[in-house]
């Protein structure tokens, strides 16, 4: 009967730290739900657990269509990719599928929009003819300053959650937990009787 109380008591403890082992996102560049002033020349997503080299994203626009980016390279907690275009002013979709530390995949998913300014070209006056010298003068972009801390959200943590519960390793505990507080109850009629 001890025994059977010892492995309640151990796997009620073991739960926890299974439900907890998947991967989330931790930080990203551009940010979540940021708003940048120049198109981005990389993604880059750091995870709050080491991730494997197969985890890999995929860069869609507002029409859902998936664009061009670098391969995705994986060092550590981090998955960094290029964007080899500039992106056009607009809403875009970064989504994710990594191969956590528990060695399962977690897909997600993080938004982020491009609002680069317009400059607009002054008109010559009728005075000004225009010159066909190259001008000297090096033209001055805007810096990027993104936000690289995501804010997570109830639905988010409810997403994970539930997210976790419906994980193969999670549904084998909860099963492991039911049949261990079976035979405890088991083991308790025998003795009383």
Known sequence: MKRALLILMALIWLLPSAA?????LHTALPGVDATVDVSPERIEMKFDTKIEKLSTFKLFNEAGEQLDTGKAEVSGDTMTGTVPAALDNGKYTVKWTIIGADSHAVEGEYAFTVDTPVLATPSPTPSEEPSNEPSEQPS??????????????????????????????????IAIVIIAVVIFVVLMRKKSS
């Open 20 to 24: 907890l082992a998947h991967s989330t």
């Open 140 to 173: 001055e972009q805007p810096s990027a300053t993104p936000t690289s801390t995501p804010t997570p959200t109830d639905n988010d943590s409810h997403d994970d959650f539930a997210e976790v519960l419906a994980s193969p390793p999670v549904l084998v505990m």
